[in-house]
């Protein structure tokens, strides 16, 4: 089938690729309609790995996916052709402890779409468990379907952040997931959040869609304790780490109000710098996330009634057949972008 295909690093091509998949008694058979640009796409063709998951054979891209429902299992009972679905990329060991335990997402042989060596969904069809598949409501756009799956780890991490009514969240990172977790904070009953960017064009995106919601800080103008010293703001209940900076942890305990917490989303490179006795002194507390767990259908239900406004973080479609110029964009890292999309047709 016709596939964007990552041959080896900085080489991709759009051509037929020889894969056969078979719809087995628990699968259902999607053809791709939308598919978004993550930033492990953008790894993966940049530098043809991420850590110790090499590209060593080509590979189809893409995780991020909606589509519609062309084939059903046996088994399969709750759909049908024609139903509009988005999909869940990584599907672990239903039998493994981890799995067992309500932890999926750290099964070690998870198979996750676009990871070496698993293909992607940018490509004509895919099959994948039922169980893993989620259908859209009729109001939700197929670009929409394929954002669920950056928006998930906003909501993973603002759940495991225990939010309570009125509290207050900083996140740290203006990228998608910084976005997208701030949304899901502000959704899940924060009264103030605060994001701050240091990209200019980040900025601006956020203040001019989200401006309502969200209280941006131009870390170009200001750090973030004397920002929040000129507002009068003693510290927030929660910071969102979303950024992956090491510098970031060199501040983030002034940042929080005694008994605060801090979730940390994004990856650093190596080792940070963390005040334990700056936190001890506070009682803070961290968690941390790894992808998410039992998170779509909920994700779905905030997207669906409005509560969870994604569609402004699609600005810029290419179709298909330039996906390509797409990826060769993307790379590109443009500030005022946020999320890139590829339309199957």
């Known amino acids: 089938m016709k596939a964007l295909v990552l041959e080896e690093k900085k080489n991709l091509s759009l051509r037929d690729y020889p894969i056969l998949e078979t719809t087995g008694p628990d699968d259902i058979k999607v053809a791709v309609k939308a598919c978004g640009i993550c930033g492990s796409d953008i790894h993966y063709y ?114 495991k952040a225990r939010i309570q009514p009125g509290d207050t969240a900083l996140v740290t990172g203006g990228g998608t997931i910084g976005i997208v977790t701030a949304l899901a904070a502000e959704a ?79 990856m650093p490179s190596g080792p940070v710098p963390l005040d334990v006795v700056a936190m001890q002194a506070k009682e803070l507390s961290i968690e941390t996330i790894f992808r998410y767990v039992n998170i779509y259908p909920l994700v779905i239900n905030m997207i669906a009634s409005g509560k969870l406004n994604v569609k402004p973080l699609v600005t810029k479609v290419f179709s298909f057949n330039d996906s390509i110029s797409a990826f060769e964009y993307a790379a590109a890292l443009p500030e005022k972008d946020v999320k890139i999309m590829i339309d199957m047709e």
């Open 46 to 159: 940049l530098d043809g790995r991420i850590g110790d998951f090499i590209v060593k054979e080509p590979m189809i891209l893409g995780h991020e996916a909606s589509g519609i429902v062309v084939e059903t299992g046996g088994n399969v009972k709750n759909f049908k052709a024609g139903d509009r679905v988005c999909m869940e990329p990584g599907v672990p060991d239903f039998k493994s402890a981890e799995t067992l335990k309500g932890m999926y997402n750290l099964d070690p042989s998870v198979r996750f779409w676009a990871t070496p060596p698993m293909h992607g969904t940018l490509r004509e069809t895919v099959v994948h468990p039922a169980a893993l598949c989620f259908k859209l409501p009729d109001n939700m756009t197929q670009h929409e379907g394929a954002l669920v799956e950056p928006a998930a780890i906003g909501m993973w991490a603002a759940k």
């Open 188 to 266: 899940s009953g924060c009264s103030k959040v605060f994001i701050s960017e240091i990209k200019k064009g980040k900025i601006d995106f956020i203040s001019q869609n989200y401006g309502g919601k969200l209280e941006t800080i131009d870390l170009n103008q200001s750090d973030i304790k004397s920002y929040f010293d000129k507002k009068g703001v003693k510290g927030v209940d929660i910071v969102f780490e979303a950024s992956g900076s090491a510098k970031v942890f060199e501040s983030i305990c002034s940042c929080l109000v005694p008994g605060g917490r801090m979730v940390l989303i994004g």
